[in-house]
């Protein structure tokens, strides 16, 4: 698969993940319960953000 294209669905999915983990928190009032969600888009991200800075070097 394009490198471009992963970087741009692993962003995106990072993106997603945020949104659901706030959107539940507030449904639910409980932040902690879904600590688990915010922790997925965090480790997207990083992944997002290693892969991209290896392909500038």
Do not use: C, P
Request: net charge positive.
């Amino acid at each position: 698969m394009n490198q471009k294209l992963s970087n741009t669905i692993l962003l995106s999915l990072a993106f997603v993940a945020m949104v659901i983990g706030i959107h539940r928190s507030i449904e639910e009032k409980d932040i902690a319960g879904n600590y688990w969600i915010f922790m997925i888009a965090l480790v997207l991200f990083i992944v997002y953000r290693h892969r991209k800075k290896n392909s500038k070097a």
